[in-house]
T-cell receptor, first 113, second 115 residues
C-alpha cells in the first residue's frame, strides 16, 4: 500500500463544476503539498499545509491531521484547470531528514467546455 | 513568490555524450535542492538530495557516477548525466527548499532525449 493515496485517479468535469480531489496518507507528516502539473511537464506548487485550510483564488485546500486526510477543491472549474494534481507529504525518513517528499500517483483532471 | 529555473528546458544528445542541467533559485537561497526523474504517466522519483557545499545523497538504485550532482552555491545546483544512454531519456525536475521550514519550489523541468 502506498504511503500517499489519491482519489480519484481520473476525473472528468464540465466547466463550472465544483471539483474535489482527495489525498490520504498513512505516515506522520510535517507538511502536505498540493502540486499541479500541466501537459508538457512543469510543476507548480499550489499549497503547503500543516493544519487547517488555505484558499487561493478558486482553489481551496484542507487538511485533517487526525484523520490523515487532505482535500483539494476547485470552484467554478475551467478548462485551463485541466492538469494532473499531485499530493505529496513531508515525513521523517530513515536518513533523518524530513524534507524529502513522498508523492501520490496524481489525479488527472479534465475539464470540458 | 519563489522562483526556480532550469536550463535547458529540453535537450537532445547522442549516446555517449554528457549533458549538464542547471537548477537555480532566482530570488531565494536554497540550502537543499532535490533532483527528480519522471517517466511518462508516472509520478516523480527522487534521485538525490543536494546540500550546498557537501556531497549529494543519492537514493537507492541511482548511480552516483552516472548522475553527477554539484551544489556549489546557495542558488545553483547542477545535474550532469554522463555517458548518456537512450534509457536516460526522461523528464528531470529539480526543486529547491528555502531556509525556513518545509517550503519547496519546483523548477519547470528539463526533457532529455538521448539518441
Amino acid at each position: 500500500k502506498n504511503e500517499v493515496e489519491q482519489s480519484p485517479q481520473n476525473l472528468t468535469a464540465q466547466e463550472g463544476e465544483f471539483i474535489t480531489i482527495n489525498c490520504s496518507y498513512s505516515v506522520g507528516i510535517s507538511a502536505l503539498h498540493w502540486l499541479q502539473q500541466h501537459p508538457g511537464g512543469g510543476i507548480v506548487s499550489l499549497f503547503m499545509l500543516s493544519s487547517g485550510k488555505k484558499k487561493h483564488g478558486r482553489l481551496i485546500a484542507t487538511i485533517n491531521i487526525q484523520e490523515k486526510h487532505s482535500s483539494l477543491h476547485i470552484t467554478a472549474s475551467h478548462p485551463r484547470d485541466s492538469a494532473v494534481y499531485i499530493c505529496a507529504v513531508n515525513s521523517p525518513n530513515s536518513g533523518g531528514s524530513n524534507y524529502k517528499l513522498t508523492f501520490g500517483k496524481g489525479t488527472l483532471l479534465t475539464v470540458n467546455p | 513568490g519563489a522562483v526556480v529555473s532550469q536550463h535547458p528546458s529540453w535537450v537532445i544528445c547522442k549516446s555517449g555524450t554528457s549533458v549538464k542541467i542547471e537548477c537555480r533559485s532566482l530570488d531565494f537561497q536554497a540550502t537543499t535542492m532535490f533532483w527528480y526523474r519522471q517517466f511518462p504517466k508516472q509520478s516523480l522519483m527522487l534521485m538525490a538530495t543536494s546540500n550546498e557545499g557537501s556531497k549529494a545523497t543519492y537514493e537507492q538504485g541511482v548511480e552516483k557516477d552516472k548522475f553527477l550532482i554539484n551544489h556549489a552555491s546557495l542558488t545553483l545546483s547542477t545535474l550532469t548525466v554522463t555517458s548518456a544512454h537512450p534509457e536516460d531519456s526522461s523528464f528531470y525536475i529539480c526543486s529547491a527548499r528555502r531556509l525556513a521550514l518545509f517550503e519547496q519550489y519546483f523548477g519547470p523541468g528539463t526533457r532529455l532525449t538521448v539518441t
